[in-house]
């Protein structure tokens, strides 16, 4: 038998050297710390001679070490049966054998089944064997006793470690006659057949599962002992009376609402009545909420059902005092206004999870600002034919009314100024009298590729 979170698979666990003790319920089902593996004993005293063993799920029994056996937790292990052997694992030795015992009320002078030997190699194959044959035979059960037409569920079978017998496990709510069905499992299963009858709490253990808490279901690992469960657990803890949400794996209640009961009849006992009814001069006032930890009953008058008031334990205890004295009492709002409610509420930010979008990129609102590689000479267009491309589409787009752009003057000396046919003559007389001033380039920014130490280039 290996963990399942440690192991290596087969035989003893591989990961923890523990043999199946690790406290995490991982190498098998209702395990047992063994917190008295360590310890020796004292000089002249000879080890319990019993072990507790387990079979399929959470079937566990005590047998007798009579051979004397070096056995360990976790060794696989042939024991007496009425008809054969049984294989199972070893899961308690030593001194906790005997607190097991006494817990569960067994008798040592009993006639406890013993332990054969150490089981061999064929042992387990024979066993290995039988359990494949488990699940195929269940799917053909279930297919027989729906054809006899009986009101009973198979919900498991276990073979015996020599696959002599198997034991089918079913649940029914009414008494079942399954003398017929007994000889169509033999005739069809060639083996001897046992039936047991389980619960539904007991079905939910072997076969186990996840719970809505999110964990394997406590029947399944730890928890030995059914208690009755009923609705006045669900009454005490103000829980809402859904089938579906108290409800377990099982179908019964959850055996987890039994945990917190005596938390909360702890602290109910200091509270009031939730029927009584406080009587004052503005009215009859009746309790509508609990907070149970906080200590705080909210009431509200009757007819007035919008308007609640918040009133402690013990000022509701003073004025049901006064009811009794026959004091009258105004109204229960000189008592709520002395109670202030004052939730500060305060978030801190410890693991930084403050935005979903922390780890995005942010984006660049200024595109201008990302730097452009420079391209290189052979990928560089013609810059005369870019210029009269633009100039073409920079005429085609203005509007009407709006002066044309006038063109740069040629500063280079003896270059003749070259002129555009201009409507108005004026501009060109204006052009000739005054003085060439450098303009500004306003493409400066936009020019990466210049330097920025060198005029811009002239038109020609």
């Not at 008295?36 to 000879?46: F, R, S, T, V, Y």
């Not at 009811?323 to 109204?331: G, I, M, R, Y």
């Not at 003057?409 to 004026?426: F, I, L, V, Y």
């Not at 052009?431 to 920025?452: C, E, H, L, M, Q």
């Amino acid at each position: 038998m290996s963990c399942n979170s440690c192991g290596t698979g087969g035989g003893t666990p591989g990961g923890c050297k523990n043999h199946g003790t690790c406290g995490t319920s991982g190498c098998n089902k209702l395990t047992v710390f063994d917190w008295l593996a360590n310890m020796e004993l004292p000089d002249g005293q000879k080890p319990f001679p019993y072990v507790e063993i387990r079979f399929k799920n959470s079937r566990k029994e005590f047998f007798l070490n009579k051979e004397e056996l070096q056995l360990k937790i976790g060794d696989v292990v042939a024991t007496q049966t009425e008809s054969g052997h049984d294989i199972g694992i070893v899961t308690i030795t030593g001194e906790l054998v005997r607190v097991q015992m006494k817990r569960k009320r067994i008798k040592i002078d009993d006639e406890i089944p013993q332990v054969y030997r150490i089981a061999s190699e064929k042992d387990v194959e024979k066993w290995v064997t039988a359990r494949e044959k488990e699940d195929p035979m269940k799917i053909r059960a279930r297919e027989i006793a729906i054809r006899l037409q009986l009101k009973m569920k198979i919900s498991d079978i276990e073979f015996q470690g020599d696959g002599s017998k198997a034991t089918f496990y079913y649940t029914a709510d009414e008494r079942v006659d399954f003398r017929e069905l007994i000889r169509e499992y033999a005739g069809e299963f060639k083996t001897r057949i046992e039936m047991r009858q389980i619960g539904l709490r007991q079905e939910a253990a072997r076969l186990g599962g996840i719970g809505s808490c999110g964990r394997e279901l406590c029947c399944s690992t730890w928890l030995t002992d059914f208690r009755s469960v009923t609705t006045g657990a669900a009454r005490y803890q103000n829980l809402s009376l859904n089938p579906q949400k108290l409800a377990g794996q099982c179908g019964k209640l959850k055996c987890c609402l039994n945990y917190e009961l005596d938390s909360y009849m702890d602290a109910l006992s200091n509270f009031p009545k939730q029927n009584q009814k406080l009587y004052t001069d503005k009215g009859t006032a009746i309790c509508q909420k609990v907070d149970i930890f906080k200590g705080l009953m909210w009431f509200c008058y009757d007819g007035e059902w919008m308007s609640w008031h918040t009133l402690t334990t013990d000022q509701v205890h003073e004025i049901v005092a006064k009811n009794k004295a026959k004091e009258t009492v105004a109204s229960i709002e000189e008592y709520a206004n002395e109670w202030i409610v004052e939730e500060a509420v305060s978030f801190e930010n410890v693991v930084g999870q403050d935005s979903l979008t922390r780890f995005d990129q942010p984006k660049s609102r200024n595109k201008r600002s990302k730097k452009r590689k420079p391209q290189s000479n052979t990928n560089r267009p013609n810059k005369e034919a870019t210029t009269t491309a633009a100039a073409t589409a920079t005429d085609t787009t203005l509007k009407e009314g709006q002066p044309k752009r006038k063109p740069r003057p040629n500063n280079k000396p003896g270059a003749p100024a070259k002129k555009r046919d201009q409507p108005n003559q004026k501009a060109d007389s204006d052009k000739d009298t005054k003085p060439n001033k450098p303009r500004p380039n306003r493409n400066k920014g936009r020019n990466r590729n210049n330097d920025s130490n060198q005029p811009p280039k002239k038109e020609e």
